[in-house]
């Protein structure tokens, strides 16, 4: 694909619902993070894959966040009991080394009401 | 504190000015830097990244980098209208996560 991709763009939860955000990431490219974006804030890093490996997670607010790449392409982010606080852009960034110039997604706009 | 600081603006240019958006970081082992623009609702795009302390020039765009004393630049020429966004740097140890800071919001008045 032209550019990393994510789906669904938005997405409005229920307190307490689980959610699950996907991410394709440029074809070819062999890391995968997940960044977490406040309204007004920086990206704030959540984890990273190279390949299927998850290298770092240390990002993740909660064990209610879970991330997989089983086969080292698509990527999905998993919310569950989603809470208020969990509102935010979503973002997925991708890149052929270790992260230096990654390429964003247009991000999911999740927002929990 | 945050590890990468941004002068949060608003910044506010008439069209041709040269604008300066600057940052601070505090972790020495960063060693890429790196400037993504940023449009409402959109995702971060890549501007430039540098390696180390020094300059890098692409087009209207210079970044700069002081490692002594933890300073990152960034310089766009001949500002346009389109230049208009929020302007983020960031951190990167080439292990994995970049560092960003919370963004410079500019605008280029035509």
């Known amino acids: 694909g032209a550019g990393v991709s994510q789906s669904p763009r938005y997405k409005v939860a229920k307190r307490g619902q689980d959610v699950a955000l996907r991410c394709d990431p440029i074809?070819?490219?062999?890391?995968l993070f997940w960044y977490q974006q406040a309204l007004g804030q920086g990206p704030e890093f959540l984890t990273y894959?190279?390949?299927?490996?998850?290298?770092?997670k240390s990002g993740l607010p909660s064990d209610r966040f879970f991330a997989e790449r089983p086969e080292g392409s698509v990527s999905t982010l998993k919310i569950q009991r989603t809470q208020q606080e969990d509102s935010a852009v979503y973002l997925c960034?991708?890149?052929?080394?270790?992260?230096?110039?990654?390429?964003f997604g247009q991000g999911t706009r999740l927002t929990v009401v | 504190q945050k590890e990468v600081e941004q002068d949060p603006g608003p910044l506010s240019v008439p069209e041709g000015a040269i604008v300066s958006l600057n940052c601070t970081y505090s972790?020495?082992?960063?060693?890429?830097f790196m400037w993504y623009r940023q449009y409402s609702r959109k995702g971060p795009e890549l501007l430039m990244y540098t390696y180390s302390s020094g300059n890098k020039e692409d087009g209207r765009f210079t970044a700069q980098v002081d490692k002594s004393s933890k300073y990152i630049s960034l310089f766009i020429r001949d500002s346009q209208p389109s230049d208009s966004a929020t302007y983020l740097c960031a951190g990167n140890t080439n292990a994995g996560k970049s560092t960003f800071g919370d963004g410079t919001t500019l605008t280029v008045k035509p």
């Open positions: 074809s070819g490219h062999v890391s």
């Open positions: 960034a991708s890149s052929l080394g270790q992260g230096v110039g990654a390429f």
């Open positions: 972790n020495s082992a960063f060693q890429y």
């Open positions: 894959f190279q390949n299927e490996a998850q290298l770092d």
